[in-house]
């Protein structure tokens, strides 16, 4: 099944290396992976969807946490939440079509990007299926090119960021840390 | 305060403020600033004659002491050689650091000399790495690679530091304190899964302790001591555990697994509650997974939340440090004595007795197979006789194949840190140079190192090591003649045909060793063991022992992957009568 996933990473180099080779590493197959700066500069909000096996859900979260640059990770499978993706797609018609190309992409709620006597090139946002529908609809008029953004998600309930204090250098060997 | 000093130097520093006394290396173009800095410093410097065995002889220092090892390479070739020996700390949670010298700054991504992308050729083979491009991260980089290599489930962390780095000049402010925001380690466990388990425990009629390398890496022997003291469980050792309970002490049975005991494996199956104290349900712990310790429940202990439901879902699982989880545990015991829990007391007492009569009996009918030969070595007699030398108290270091599972069978080891081999990776090559960081760190101790022919040769150069050195190992080469366990398949699973497996060439090891200065010998018949033995434990100095033995023996028991663990195969088939005529 799909299963997506939110990380909040400290922008530190390697730190998206980490995660990928973590994926594939442990065999679990990348559907989509977005990454950007959060509000903080120095973190990243990572959305990733997995196609993982159920049983293996909560050991993908529970390795995704070992990652020492990993502030969090959490399942969004398992809570509210909303998952968004971007297309950009560009068709090729003919002029007859071209009054109809227009009210699909406004069935869809798509913005018209670009225009030319070829096509035109349209983006639509929206849950990941309905953009697949969209897609298929779009390709019975023309040729299609499409890009799309990989999935982008956010919980709808706010989840406390947990950060583990500083420690002391001093002394060795190292004591396991206390912990509240 | 602070000090002018170059990044070299500040390395150093950093090393003796953790408490390095000694470190096992090679230098390399990258690394000469350093090793200009150590050539009067206090660490003690081990040059080594490859970088695997750098890292193999940090992991022998790590898992003799419990403190971090320490190697070193240089860029390029040197920390692509250092990589097995990663993976295989990694493997075992094992705590070293692993410096490497990096191209200059300037350099990186051009494909200079000797330039590896170490920094992500290490990534996956490390529990945390660091690429230091800047004088000012050095100081910190190094303490928290201490730090996480020696804190929650310990592991392998490099740092690799650039050329242009450990040359520049800069203030030194010591480190006092590490920040590492995501970094969670679990210790305490939570106490109301501690008290499930305790009442577990109380109802169970077929307890058994499944107890691995977790018990050691968290220094909880003792308190796992006291847990048996106060429940009379019976208890298993992973080979990764052995030495965590005494194989002298009254309920220890002995090592489960593909080639473990048939008491033990007969105890896992048999088993109506697992207490699995830092293990991680290895395929080779369990064969087919399905068919595992069915009848079981589990409390499973571990500090890395992801083992606990990784293979097995525990009943109760907890995730803490297991020597501060045991010494709960053993309290709540204490104080809550199996006064009334639910069901019939008598009956309980009466199906534990039942349990241990029935343990007593699996461990009778088939104990390992101690057999010898009046005209030949069988390796059983060989570790025998080393076991009689040790008495339970030497280190032994051993590589891997038939002989290792031959030693973690016949071999006692009554306190932890003695046994030391490489379980999860099964990296040959490993024997001789672990050995080295062992007798390094504890050179008090008789340490073996024991080897089969083929990996012996894999580690070959570090002869040269042990005679720099003069350390006083015991190297023993188990000399079958083959690459012994792969030949064992190849007997039992591709119609003996031995393909590849021959070593029909081993050097001539009063030879060899004199070559490196040192005594050596090779045996062969069963009435020169003990005194052979006897005299390398009594040379001051190494002592290289070829000893030869029966060539085409298997290791017994033996579970056939895929294979649930009752299912044992006991000894080799018997000869089938031929139909006469
Ligand atoms: C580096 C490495 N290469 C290959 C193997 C596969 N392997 C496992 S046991 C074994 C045979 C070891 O032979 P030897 O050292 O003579 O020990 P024996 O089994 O004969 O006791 C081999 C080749 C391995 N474990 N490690
Ligand atoms: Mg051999």
Redesign the interface.
């Given at each position: 099944m799909q299963q997506v996933i939110s990380l909040i990473?400290?922008n530190k180099?390697?730190a998206l290396?980490?995660v990928t080779?973590l994926l594939s590493?442990r065999g679990y197959n990348i559907e989509s992976l977005t990454v950007a700066r959060t509000l903080d500069p120095e973190l990243s909000r990572m959305t990733i969807v997995v196609d993982v096996d159920s049983l293996q859900r909560?050991?993908v979260i529970?390795?995704m946490?070992?990652?020492?640059?990993?502030?969090?990770a959490n399942d969004l499978s398992e809570v509210p939440a909303v998952v968004r993706e971007l297309v950009l797609l560009r068709i090729r018609t003919t002029q007859e079509s071209r009054t109809a190309v227009l009210k699909e992409a406004e069935i869809f709620g798509g913005r018209v990007v670009d225009s030319s006597s070829e096509g035109f090139a349209i983006e639509v946002t929206g849950a990941p299926e309905k953009l697949g529908e969209f897609v298929d609809v779009m390709s019975a008029y023309g040729e299609v090119d499409v890009t799309r953004s990989g999935a982008l998600a956010i919980a709808l309930d706010s989840k406390k960021l947990r950060?583990?204090?500083?420690?002391?250098?001093?002394g060795?060997?190292?004591a396991?840390?206390?912990?509240k | 305060m602070s000090t002018l000093m170059s990044g070299a130097r500040m390395l150093a520093e950093c090393l003796a403020r953790e408490g390095v006394d000694c470190m096992f290396g090679y230098p390399g173009g990258v690394t000469l600033p350093f090793y200009d800095v150590l050539y009067d410093h206090q660490i003690r410097h081990i040059l080594v004659r490859h970088e695997e065995n750098a890292a193999f002889a940090a992991e022998g220092y790590a898992r003799a002491t419990g403190k971090v090892g320490v190697c070193c390479a240089t860029s390029g070739p040197g920390a692509t050689n250092l990589t097995t020996g990663l993976v295989d700390a990694m493997m075992d949670s094992i705590p070293i650091v692993a410096i490497t010298g990096q191209v200059t700054s300037k350099l990186i991504g051009s494909d200079a000399f000797q330039e590896a992308d170490t920094f992500g050729i290490t990534r996956p083979c490390t529990k945390h790495n660091y690429l230091v491009k800047r004088l000012e991260d050095l100081p910190q980089a190094i303490h928290e690679a201490f730090y996480v290599a020696s804190t929650g489930r310990p592991g392998p962390v490099l740092v690799d530091i650039t050329k242009d780095v450990l040359q520049a000049q800069g203030h030194y402010v010591p480190v006092t304190s590490i920040h590492l925001p995501g970094y969670k380690v679990f210790t305490e466990g939570h106490t109301g899964q501690i008290r499930r388990a305790a009442q577990l425990i109380q109802e169970s009629e077929r307890p058994l302790v499944y107890a691995g390398g977790g018990i050691i890496a968290a220094d909880a022997s003792e308190e796992l001591r006291e847990f048996v003291r106060l429940t009379d469980t019976p208890v298993v050792n992973t080979l990764m555990g052995l030495g965590s309970m005494p194989t002298e002490h009254p309920n220890f049975i002995s090592m489960p697994g593909m080639h473990g005991s048939y008491a033990a494996n007969m105890a896992m199956t048999g088993a109506d509650l697992l207490i699995a104290l830092g293990v991680r349900f290895d395929d080779r712990v369990t064969g087919r997974l399905a068919a595992f310790a069915p009848h079981a429940k589990i409390i499973h202990v571990d500090i890395d939340p992801a083992e606990v439901g990784k293979n097995r879902n525990p009943d109760v699982p907890i995730v803490g440090d297991v020597k501060r989880v045991l010494s709960k545990l053993n309290k709540i015991l204490v104080e809550t004595p199996a006064e009334a829990p639910p069901g019939n007391n008598e009956t309980r007492a009466a199906a534990r007795r039942g349990w241990w009569h029935q343990i007593r009996e699996w461990k009778a009918a088939h104990p390992y197979d101690t057999s010898t030969s009046e005209s030949e070595i069988k390796p059983q007699h060989l570790m025998a006789e080393i076991d009689r030398l040790s008495g339970g108290q030497a280190i032994v270091t051993s590589d891997v194949g038939q002989h290792q599972m031959w030693a973690a069978q016949l071999i006692r080891f009554n306190e932890p840190r003695l046994w030391i081999n490489s379980g999860g990776l099964g990296s040959m090559g490993f024997g001789l140079p672990s050995a080295i960081g062992a007798q390094m760190a504890r050179p008090e101790k008789l340490v073996f190192s024991i080897s089969g022919d083929g990996g012996f040769q894999m580690a070959i150069p570090e002869l040269a090591t042990v005679a720099n050195q003069g350390l006083p190992i015991k190297i023993i080469v188990m000399n079958n003649g083959y690459l012994g366990m792969v030949r064992q398949w190849q007997t039992l699973f591709y119609n003996d045909r031995l393909s590849s497996v021959e070593l029909s060439c081993f050097p001539d090891a009063e030879k060899l060793a004199g070559a490196y200065g040192f005594k050596g010998r090779t045996i062969s018949k069963p009435w020169e063991l003990a005194a052979a033995l006897k005299e390398a434990v009594d040379e001051p100095g190494p002592y290289l022992l070829n000893v030869k033995v029966t060539p085409f023996e298997c290791v017994y028991p033996m579970v056939p992957a895929g294979s649930a663990i009752n299912e044992m195969v006991l000894g080799p088939p018997q000869p089938v009568a031929v139909p006469a005529d």
């Amino acid at each position: 099944m799909q299963q997506v996933i939110s990380l909040i990473l400290e922008n530190k180099p390697g730190a998206l290396m980490r995660v990928t080779g973590l994926l594939s590493q442990r065999g679990y197959n990348i559907e989509s992976l977005t990454v950007a700066r959060t509000l903080d500069p120095e973190l990243s909000r990572m959305t990733i969807v997995v196609d993982v096996d159920s049983l293996q859900r909560a050991q993908v979260i529970k390795q995704m946490n070992k990652l020492i640059n990993v502030l969090q990770a959490n399942d969004l499978s398992e809570v509210p939440a909303v998952v968004r993706e971007l297309v950009l797609l560009r068709i090729r018609t003919t002029q007859e079509s071209r009054t109809a190309v227009l009210k699909e992409a406004e069935i869809f709620g798509g913005r018209v990007v670009d225009s030319s006597s070829e096509g035109f090139a349209i983006e639509v946002t929206g849950a990941p299926e309905k953009l697949g529908e969209f897609v298929d609809v779009m390709s019975a008029y023309g040729e299609v090119d499409v890009t799309r953004s990989g999935a982008l998600a956010i919980a709808l309930d706010s989840k406390k960021l947990r950060l583990q204090p500083p420690v002391p250098t001093v002394g060795q060997p190292h004591a396991q840390p206390a912990q509240k | 305060m602070s000090t002018l000093m170059s990044g070299a130097r500040m390395l150093a520093e950093c090393l003796a403020r953790e408490g390095v006394d000694c470190m096992f290396g090679y230098p390399g173009g990258v690394t000469l600033p350093f090793y200009d800095v150590l050539y009067d410093h206090q660490i003690r410097h081990i040059l080594v004659r490859h970088e695997e065995n750098a890292a193999f002889a940090a992991e022998g220092y790590a898992r003799a002491t419990g403190k971090v090892g320490v190697c070193c390479a240089t860029s390029g070739p040197g920390a692509t050689n250092l990589t097995t020996g990663l993976v295989d700390a990694m493997m075992d949670s094992i705590p070293i650091v692993a410096i490497t010298g990096q191209v200059t700054s300037k350099l990186i991504g051009s494909d200079a000399f000797q330039e590896a992308d170490t920094f992500g050729i290490t990534r996956p083979c490390t529990k945390h790495n660091y690429l230091v491009k800047r004088l000012e991260d050095l100081p910190q980089a190094i303490h928290e690679a201490f730090y996480v290599a020696s804190t929650g489930r310990p592991g392998p962390v490099l740092v690799d530091i650039t050329k242009d780095v450990l040359q520049a000049q800069g203030h030194y402010v010591p480190v006092t304190s590490i920040h590492l925001p995501g970094y969670k380690v679990f210790t305490e466990g939570h106490t109301g899964q501690i008290r499930r388990a305790a009442q577990l425990i109380q109802e169970s009629e077929r307890p058994l302790v499944y107890a691995g390398g977790g018990i050691i890496a968290a220094d909880a022997s003792e308190e796992l001591r006291e847990f048996v003291r106060l429940t009379d469980t019976p208890v298993v050792n992973t080979l990764m555990g052995l030495g965590s309970m005494p194989t002298e002490h009254p309920n220890f049975i002995s090592m489960p697994g593909m080639h473990g005991s048939y008491a033990a494996n007969m105890a896992m199956t048999g088993a109506d509650l697992l207490i699995a104290l830092g293990v991680r349900f290895d395929d080779r712990v369990t064969g087919r997974l399905a068919a595992f310790a069915p009848h079981a429940k589990i409390i499973h202990v571990d500090i890395d939340p992801a083992e606990v439901g990784k293979n097995r879902n525990p009943d109760v699982p907890i995730v803490g440090d297991v020597k501060r989880v045991l010494s709960k545990l053993n309290k709540i015991l204490v104080e809550t004595p199996a006064e009334a829990p639910p069901g019939n007391n008598e009956t309980r007492a009466a199906a534990r007795r039942g349990w241990w009569h029935q343990i007593r009996e699996w461990k009778a009918a088939h104990p390992y197979d101690t057999s010898t030969s009046e005209s030949e070595i069988k390796p059983q007699h060989l570790m025998a006789e080393i076991d009689r030398l040790s008495g339970g108290q030497a280190i032994v270091t051993s590589d891997v194949g038939q002989h290792q599972m031959w030693a973690a069978q016949l071999i006692r080891f009554n306190e932890p840190r003695l046994w030391i081999n490489s379980g999860g990776l099964g990296s040959m090559g490993f024997g001789l140079p672990s050995a080295i960081g062992a007798q390094m760190a504890r050179p008090e101790k008789l340490v073996f190192s024991i080897s089969g022919d083929g990996g012996f040769q894999m580690a070959i150069p570090e002869l040269a090591t042990v005679a720099n050195q003069g350390l006083p190992i015991k190297i023993i080469v188990m000399n079958n003649g083959y690459l012994g366990m792969v030949r064992q398949w190849q007997t039992l699973f591709y119609n003996d045909r031995l393909s590849s497996v021959e070593l029909s060439c081993f050097p001539d090891a009063e030879k060899l060793a004199g070559a490196y200065g040192f005594k050596g010998r090779t045996i062969s018949k069963p009435w020169e063991l003990a005194a052979a033995l006897k005299e390398a434990v009594d040379e001051p100095g190494p002592y290289l022992l070829n000893v030869k033995v029966t060539p085409f023996e298997c290791v017994y028991p033996m579970v056939p992957a895929g294979s649930a663990i009752n299912e044992m195969v006991l000894g080799p088939p018997q000869p089938v009568a031929v139909p006469a005529d």
